[in-house]
Protein backbone atom coordinates (compact mmCIF):
# COMPACT_ATOMS: atom_id res chain seq x y z
CA UNK A 1 0.00 0.00 0.00
CA UNK A 2 1.37 3.43 -0.73
CA UNK A 3 -0.27 6.42 0.57
CA UNK A 4 0.66 9.80 -0.64
CA UNK A 5 0.24 12.40 1.75
CA UNK A 6 0.54 16.58 1.51
CA UNK A 7 -0.94 19.81 2.36
CA UNK A 8 -0.16 23.66 2.93
CA UNK A 9 -0.34 24.18 -0.39
CA UNK A 10 -2.22 28.01 -0.28
CA UNK A 11 -2.95 28.42 -3.64
CA UNK A 12 0.32 27.73 -5.90
CA UNK A 13 -1.25 26.18 -8.27
CA UNK A 14 2.46 25.07 -10.30
CA UNK A 15 3.22 23.56 -7.03
CA UNK A 16 -0.13 21.31 -6.95
CA UNK A 17 0.47 20.55 -10.66
CA UNK A 18 3.19 19.36 -10.55
CA UNK A 19 2.58 17.20 -7.16
CA UNK A 20 0.11 15.79 -9.46
CA UNK A 21 2.17 14.47 -12.31
CA UNK A 22 4.79 12.90 -9.94
CA UNK A 23 5.19 8.71 -9.62
CA UNK A 24 4.47 8.97 -6.42
CA UNK A 25 0.69 10.87 -6.50
CA UNK A 26 -0.24 9.00 -9.71
CA UNK A 27 0.62 5.20 -8.20
CA UNK A 28 -0.71 5.99 -4.72
CA UNK A 29 -3.46 3.87 -3.55
CA UNK A 30 -4.51 6.25 -1.40
CA UNK A 31 -4.26 10.30 -1.38
CA UNK A 32 -4.50 12.38 1.87
CA UNK A 33 -4.64 16.28 1.41
CA UNK A 34 -3.88 17.75 5.10
CA UNK A 35 -6.46 21.45 4.45
CA UNK A 36 -4.49 24.44 3.40
CA UNK A 37 -4.96 24.12 -0.18
CA UNK A 38 -6.54 27.69 -0.22
CA UNK A 39 -5.67 30.96 1.26
CA UNK A 40 -2.35 33.24 0.96
CA UNK A 41 -1.51 32.93 -2.43
CA UNK A 42 -3.45 34.03 -5.62
CA UNK A 43 -4.18 30.57 -7.48
CA UNK A 44 -6.65 29.82 -5.50
CA UNK A 45 -9.63 28.60 -7.72
CA UNK A 46 -6.81 26.82 -10.67
CA UNK A 47 -5.24 25.27 -7.60
CA UNK A 48 -8.50 23.68 -5.86
CA UNK A 49 -9.70 22.40 -9.29
CA UNK A 50 -6.41 20.75 -10.00
CA UNK A 51 -6.96 18.74 -6.86
CA UNK A 52 -10.08 17.94 -7.16
CA UNK A 53 -9.85 16.41 -10.25
CA UNK A 54 -7.98 13.17 -8.43
CA UNK A 55 -9.62 10.73 -5.67
CA UNK A 56 -8.22 12.52 -2.64
CA UNK A 57 -9.67 12.55 0.96
CA UNK A 58 -9.54 16.59 1.59
CA UNK A 59 -9.48 17.80 5.32
CA UNK A 60 -10.32 20.68 6.68
CA UNK A 61 -7.90 22.92 6.81
CA UNK A 62 -6.87 26.10 9.08
CA UNK A 63 -7.22 28.54 6.19
CA UNK A 64 -10.13 26.61 4.57
CA UNK A 65 -11.93 27.47 8.30
CA UNK A 66 -11.41 31.01 7.65
CA UNK A 67 -13.03 30.92 4.03
CA UNK A 68 -15.96 29.53 5.50
CA UNK A 69 -15.78 31.66 8.74
CA UNK A 70 -15.46 28.92 11.26
CA UNK A 71 -12.60 30.74 12.52
CA UNK A 72 -12.35 34.37 12.69
CA UNK A 73 -8.09 34.91 14.02
CA UNK A 74 -7.15 37.52 11.35
CA UNK A 75 -6.77 39.79 13.96
CA UNK A 76 -3.96 37.83 14.92
CA UNK A 77 -2.22 38.93 11.72
CA UNK A 78 0.24 41.11 11.13
CA UNK A 79 -0.38 41.84 7.28
CA UNK A 80 -3.56 43.66 6.62
CA UNK A 81 -3.27 42.35 2.81
CA UNK A 82 -3.74 39.50 4.67
CA UNK A 83 -7.64 40.36 5.00
CA UNK A 84 -7.83 41.46 1.01
CA UNK A 85 -6.59 38.07 0.23
CA UNK A 86 -9.30 36.08 1.72
CA UNK A 87 -12.10 38.22 0.21
CA UNK A 88 -10.20 37.50 -2.90
CA UNK A 89 -10.16 33.96 -1.87
CA UNK A 90 -13.89 33.71 -1.01
CA UNK A 91 -15.11 35.24 -4.37
CA UNK A 92 -12.70 32.71 -6.67
CA UNK A 93 -14.16 30.04 -5.23
CA UNK A 94 -17.69 30.95 -4.28
CA UNK A 95 -18.86 27.36 -5.78
CA UNK A 96 -17.30 25.29 -3.88
CA UNK A 97 -18.06 27.34 -0.24
CA UNK A 98 -20.37 24.36 0.29
CA UNK A 99 -17.56 21.38 -0.27
CA UNK A 100 -15.64 23.67 2.40
CA UNK A 101 -18.23 23.81 4.97
CA UNK A 102 -18.25 19.67 4.76
CA UNK A 103 -14.65 19.20 4.96
CA UNK A 104 -13.55 16.54 7.64
CA UNK A 105 -11.60 17.68 10.27
CA UNK A 106 -9.78 14.19 11.03
CA UNK A 107 -9.18 11.09 9.22
CA UNK A 108 -8.41 7.78 11.16
CA UNK A 109 -7.43 4.66 9.67
CA UNK A 110 -5.33 1.52 11.24
CA UNK A 111 -2.05 0.41 8.75
CA UNK A 112 -0.08 -2.29 9.34
CA UNK A 113 -2.20 -2.93 12.77
CA UNK A 114 -1.02 0.71 13.71
CA UNK A 115 -3.11 3.41 14.48
CA UNK A 116 -3.16 6.63 12.64
CA UNK A 117 -4.71 10.26 12.89
CA UNK A 118 -4.67 12.66 9.74
CA UNK A 119 -5.32 16.27 10.65
CA UNK A 120 -4.31 19.75 9.95
CA UNK A 121 -3.21 20.81 13.48
CA UNK A 122 -5.32 20.53 16.86
CA UNK A 123 -8.81 21.18 15.89
CA UNK A 124 -9.81 21.33 19.84
CA UNK A 125 -8.38 24.50 20.42
CA UNK A 126 -8.59 27.46 17.61
CA UNK A 127 -5.41 29.50 19.17
CA UNK A 128 -3.38 26.59 17.58
CA UNK A 129 -4.28 28.21 14.42
CA UNK A 130 -1.85 31.13 15.00
CA UNK A 131 1.58 29.31 14.43
CA UNK A 132 3.70 30.99 17.51
CA UNK A 133 1.01 29.96 19.84
CA UNK A 134 1.07 25.97 18.12
CA UNK A 135 5.19 25.88 18.30
CA UNK A 136 4.96 27.81 22.52
CA UNK A 137 2.82 24.80 23.17
CA UNK A 138 5.13 22.35 23.88
CA UNK A 139 3.22 19.52 24.46
CA UNK A 140 1.64 18.16 20.90
CA UNK A 141 -0.12 15.36 23.11
CA UNK A 142 -2.15 18.05 24.37
CA UNK A 143 -2.06 20.21 21.45
CA UNK A 144 -3.66 17.57 19.41
CA UNK A 145 -6.04 16.52 21.78
CA UNK A 146 -4.86 13.14 21.88
CA UNK A 147 -4.51 12.00 25.72
CA UNK A 148 -7.22 9.73 25.56
CA UNK A 149 -7.09 8.42 22.18
CA UNK A 150 -4.01 5.68 21.30
CA UNK A 151 -2.74 6.59 18.20
CA UNK A 152 0.81 5.37 17.07
CA UNK A 153 0.87 7.90 14.81
CA UNK A 154 -0.51 11.51 13.98
CA UNK A 155 0.25 12.71 10.83
CA UNK A 156 -0.34 16.27 10.40
CA UNK A 157 0.66 19.41 8.66
CA UNK A 158 0.12 23.85 9.46
CA UNK A 159 3.86 24.62 10.85
CA UNK A 160 5.25 24.42 7.36
CA UNK A 161 8.47 22.67 8.86
CA UNK A 162 8.87 18.88 8.60
CA UNK A 163 9.55 17.57 12.08
CA UNK A 164 9.45 14.07 13.86
CA UNK A 165 8.75 14.16 17.85
CA UNK A 166 7.71 11.35 20.00
CA UNK A 167 5.72 11.15 22.89
CA UNK A 168 4.91 8.52 24.80
CA UNK A 169 3.69 6.19 22.13
CA UNK A 170 2.70 8.20 19.99
CA UNK A 171 4.79 9.86 17.02
CA UNK A 172 4.16 12.90 15.38
CA UNK A 173 4.79 13.74 11.84
CA UNK A 174 4.51 17.45 10.02
CA UNK A 175 4.95 16.56 6.79
CA UNK A 176 5.61 20.56 5.88
CA UNK A 177 4.47 22.86 3.09
CA UNK A 178 4.10 21.51 -0.96
CA UNK A 179 2.89 25.54 -1.46
CA UNK A 180 4.80 27.87 1.14
CA UNK A 181 8.29 26.42 1.09
CA UNK A 182 11.08 26.66 -1.66
CA UNK A 183 11.36 23.23 -1.50
CA UNK A 184 8.25 21.74 -1.40
CA UNK A 185 7.18 18.66 0.98
CA UNK A 186 5.44 16.16 0.83
CA UNK A 187 5.33 12.49 3.13
CA UNK A 188 5.16 8.94 1.72
CA UNK A 189 3.49 6.19 3.67
CA UNK A 190 4.62 2.65 2.36
CA UNK A 191 3.19 -0.45 4.06
CA UNK A 192 5.29 -3.58 3.23
CA UNK A 193 6.20 -6.74 4.58
CA UNK A 194 9.09 -5.61 6.53
CA UNK A 195 6.93 -3.14 7.90
CA UNK A 196 5.76 0.81 7.44
CA UNK A 197 7.91 3.15 5.71
CA UNK A 198 8.24 6.72 6.10
CA UNK A 199 9.75 8.78 3.32
CA UNK A 200 9.35 12.61 3.72
CA UNK A 201 10.24 13.97 -0.61
CA UNK A 202 11.29 17.47 -1.91
CA UNK A 203 9.44 19.30 -4.78
CA UNK A 204 11.22 22.19 -5.80
CA UNK A 205 9.97 24.80 -7.25
CA UNK A 206 11.06 28.36 -8.89
CA UNK A 207 10.54 30.91 -5.98
CA UNK A 208 11.66 34.00 -7.44
CA UNK A 209 9.17 33.18 -10.39
CA UNK A 210 6.47 32.82 -8.26
CA UNK A 211 7.48 36.08 -5.80
CA UNK A 212 7.54 37.66 -9.27
CA UNK A 213 4.36 36.84 -10.76
CA UNK A 214 2.55 37.98 -7.37
CA UNK A 215 4.10 41.17 -7.75
CA UNK A 216 3.24 41.74 -11.19
CA UNK A 217 -0.52 41.09 -10.08
CA UNK A 218 -0.14 43.35 -7.72
CA UNK A 219 -1.40 40.94 -5.16
CA UNK A 220 -1.53 41.79 -1.61
CA UNK A 221 0.43 41.23 0.82
CA UNK A 222 3.10 39.34 -1.43
CA UNK A 223 5.99 40.15 0.92
CA UNK A 224 4.37 38.02 3.42
CA UNK A 225 4.49 35.04 1.07
CA UNK A 226 8.34 36.08 0.17
CA UNK A 227 8.87 34.96 4.09
CA UNK A 228 7.31 32.17 3.56
CA UNK A 229 8.99 30.98 1.26
CA UNK A 230 12.46 32.03 1.68
CA UNK A 231 12.93 30.49 5.34
CA UNK A 232 12.98 27.10 3.68
CA UNK A 233 14.73 25.46 7.51
CA UNK A 234 16.16 23.35 5.00
CA UNK A 235 19.24 22.99 7.07
CA UNK A 236 17.21 21.55 10.06
CA UNK A 237 14.84 19.11 8.28
CA UNK A 238 15.57 16.13 10.62
CA UNK A 239 17.04 13.63 9.15
CA UNK A 240 15.32 10.92 11.15
CA UNK A 241 12.32 11.68 9.07
CA UNK A 242 12.95 9.21 6.76
CA UNK A 243 12.56 6.06 9.48
CA UNK A 244 11.32 1.98 9.36
CA UNK A 245 8.55 0.84 11.54
CA UNK A 246 9.58 -2.86 12.59
Given at each position: ????V????H???E ?19 L ?19 F ?5 C??H????T????D?TLE ?14 A ?12 K ?7 GK ?19 S ?11 V ?8 I ?8 I ?23 M???E???I ?16 K???L??P ?17 PK ?7
Open positions: MKICFGDIANFQMKALSQTEDFMQADLRICGDVVGMGPYNLETLECMLKDVIYLGNEARIKEIDLKDGGVFVQYENCRKIDKYLPLLFSLPNYDMTIGKFRFTHYGWHNHQMSNKILLKNQSLTKQFGENEKFDYVYGHIHTPSVVEGSTTFFDVGSLGLKSLGNYLIYEEKGVFKSKFLPFDKDKFIECKNNYGWEELYNFIYDNNYETFSLNKEEK
